[in-house]
């Protein structure tokens, strides 16, 4: 399995089977949305693409799916940004592929209640946003979501970066990875054999 991150959310799974893109926008390029064979999360309404940019396999709501041997379910959670605590407007989804499952966070609120930690089953790889400034999850929130998970493998997204222009200001990665304070690599794909011994932050370059 390979992971890319190109900005923002947005990041690509993939191997000889399957290929996921999750959380594509228009400031952030992800080419792989005209795959017809591709699968596109979508973590919020905000994130779905329109029909004429894809024909692309869209899952934008909870639920189990199954697509080109990829086996997916989509959990309601309570959005980063909803006033009303009752509210799930959120969608964040546990991935099984290569005897993997992958938690895709997604701009969710902290902390996951037992019933979504229990939904999510064991995680090995949790790809979380860490930037924080009222948008999403900051430092601390999102290591408080991976330590609930305990995966071997955390891949940071939606963090300052210059060359992309947020809505509100992002904190820097290295936030993040002081608060969680595990093991750190940097990459540019992440290629996933086997799993690292220890909790490891893989700090992947954006690629478009």
Same mark, same amino acid.
């Given at each position: 399995m390979e992971i890319e991150y190109r900005g923002a959310n947005c990041v690509v799974i993939k191997n000889k089977k399957i290929l996921i893109i999750v959380d594509p926008t228009e400031g952030v390029p992800a080419q792989e949305i005209r795959d017809p064979d591709s699968v596109i999360l979508a973590t919020h309404a905000n994130f779905i693409p329109s029909q004429r940019d894809t024909q692309s396999f869209v899952i934008e709501m909870?639920?189990?799916?199954?697509?080109?041997? !990829?086996?997916? &379910?989509?959990?309601?959670?309570?959005?980063?940004? $909803?006033a009303n605590e009752q509210a799930k407007n959120a969608t964040m989804y546990s991935v099984e592929?290569?005897?993997?499952?992958?938690? !895709?966070?997604? &701009?969710?609120?902290?902390?996951?209640?037992?019933? $979504?930690?229990?939904?999510?089953g064991t995680i090995d790889i949790v790809i979380i946003p860490v930037g924080g400034g009222g948008y999403t999850l900051d430092a601390r929130d999102a290591a408080i979501i991976v330590r609930q998970l305990s995966p071997k493998i955390v891949i940071p997204t939606h963090y300052a970066d210059p060359h992309i222009k947020y809505e509100v200001p992002q904190e820097p990665i290295e936030n993040f990875i002081k608060e969680l304070a595990s093991a750190h690599?940097?990459?540019?794909?992440?290629?996933?054999?086997?799993?690292?011994?220890?909790?490891?932050?893989?700090?992947?370059a954006r690629t478009a």
């Open positions: 909870p639920g189990e799916y199954e697509y080109n041997d !990829v086996s997916v &379910h989509g959990i309601p959670v309570r959005a980063h940004i $909803d592929a290569d005897d993997m499952r992958i938690a !895709v966070i997604g &701009h969710t609120a902290a902390p996951l209640d037992d019933e $979504d930690v229990e939904s999510l690599e940097k990459e540019t794909t992440l290629k996933i054999k086997t799993l690292p011994d220890v909790l490891t932050i893989y700090e992947l």
